[in-house]
């Protein structure tokens, strides 16, 4: 079936890069998205990857995509206390399909 | 306006109670949702309004109705719930259900079911 999988915890210290990954199972993802949700928040969309890119980036974000591996990484270059969140991978397969949540992966940045 | 309003923010409600939750949006979008969350887990989709019908329900239990009075407002009835039901219910809202990837969420109505 369909499912996406991330490690739940990820401890940086301020300033560094922080690589968040996820691993999807369902070949015919076409889209892939990153969410953000500060404690006691709704959900804000990140960023989101075409399955026929490799790379996106935006400002401190790069997203990195192999879809031979179905693997998908968020990358958080320089970051800081305000960056602390849950970051949620999600996938679909396309225009009017529901979103498969992984669980979400906890990100402590420490000063 | 980008911002997705949800109210209240929290709710405390007994099981025989009948309480509303409910959501505004502002941006022009046509698709609205209502996704439940408990702590530490990701969102549960529970209902999908596209052009105002409704499009999907995932099984949800009929004590819990949505009603979506025009493109911009989407209420969820709340009756008979259990202490179970206890969950942030996020609203959200998409350009249209083609783009139910790129949602806007609003900050949730933490509710409470003693």
């Known amino acids: 079936g369909e499912d996406v999988e991330q490690s739940l915890f990820l401890s940086v210290r301020e300033g560094d890069s922080s690589v968040i990954n996820c691993t999807y199972t369902?070949?015919?993802?076409?889209?892939l998205y990153w969410y953000k949700q500060e404690p006691g928040a709704g959900l804000q969309l990140l960023t989101y990857?075409?399955?026929n890119m490799d790379m996106k980036q935006d400002q401190r974000l790069t997203v990195l995509l192999n879809k031979k591996d179905k693997h998908l990484s968020l990358r958080i270059a320089d970051t800081q206390t305000g960056d602390s969140a849950i970051y949620f991978c999600?996938?679909?397969?396309?225009?009017?399909?529901?979103?498969?949540w992984g669980l979400g992966t906890s990100l402590a940045v420490n000063p | 306006d980008t911002e997705v309003t949800q109210t209240p923010k929290h709710l405390v409600m007994g099981m025989t109670n009948k309480k509303s939750l409910k959501c505004e949006q502002h941006?022009?979008?046509?698709?609205m949702y209502w996704y439940k969350q408990k702590a530490k887990k990701p969102p549960e989709l529970m209902f999908v309004?596209?052009?105002?019908?409704?499009?999907i329900n995932e099984s949800v239990p009929s004590r819990f109705s949505p009603e979506c009075p025009n493109s911009s407002l989407l209420n969820l009835h709340l009756h008979a719930l259990q202490p179970e039901d206890s969950a942030l219910y996020l609203c959200?809202?998409?350009?249209?259900?083609?783009?139910?990837?790129?949602?806007?969420f609003g900050e949730g109505s933490r509710l409470t079911v003693l």
């Open positions: 959200a809202s998409s350009q249209g259900y083609s783009k139910t990837g790129e949602l806007f």
């Open positions: 941006m022009g979008h046509r698709a």
């Open positions: 990857i075409f399955s």
């Open positions: 369902d070949s015919s993802s076409t889209y």
């Open positions: 309004y596209s052009y105002e019908k409704l499009s």
């Open positions: 999600a996938s679909s397969r396309g225009n009017n399909r529901k979103l498969i």
